[in-house]
């Protein structure tokens, strides 16, 4: 993932609730296909409708993915494992302004009746657009403040 970049992942309610909102088996740097939230459940086939209305298709480097957008810009991504959906995940580009987009990808997580989970700061957020646009922007802010203590560490040359 770019450093301009922000990362959400759909999550279904089913999983969440079931698991009375604890988040902690959603760990990131795990194998997506041994912690999935999908699990059993899978989405409504119709998700591959709704994200080609909101990005256009692109051609994916791997037969176990599918993706709608740009990867260095704006992107939605499927993974699949043995022909079961182990994930969805968009990226949000915040080098410009992607506020309409949080909008089509909150209208989409709801109608596959899922929640917005920001892996970077491990935050789940009900699909509402205002919500999910501030902890975008939360997200962002925590990346940029990673960066910019990473940079000043990096050169920090008076040891």
């Known amino acids: 993932m770019a450093i301009w970049q922000v990362e959400l992942t759909f999550i279904p309610v089913s999983w969440v609730e079931k698991r009375e909102f604890d988040i ?5 740097r795990e194998d997506p296909g041994t912690n999935s939230a999908w699990g059993d459940g899978q989405p409504d086939p119709s998700f591959k409708y709704l994200f080609s209305k909101i990005l256009p298709s692109t051609k994916a480097w791997d037969k176990n993915l599918l993706i709608w957008g740009d990867t260095q810009g704006n992107d939605i991504q499927v993974w ?5 959906v182990i994930s ?3 990226r949000l580009d915040f080098r410009y302004d992607f ?6 990808i909150v209208k989409a997580a709801r109608l596959l009746n899922c929640v917005i989970y920001f892996p970077e700061y491990d935050n789940i957020v009900e699909s509402n657009e205002f919500k999910v ?4 922007e939360t997200a962002e802010l925590l990346k940029k403040l990673h960066v910019n203590q990473a940079i000043k560490t990096d050169f920090d040359l008076t040891d």
């Open 80 to 84: 699949y494992k043995d022909d079961r």
């Open 133 to 136: 646009s501030k902890a975008a």
């Open 99 to 104: 506020n309409l987009l949080v909008v089509k």
């Open 24 to 28: 902690s088996p959603l760990d990131s």
């Open 88 to 90: 969805i995940t968009a």
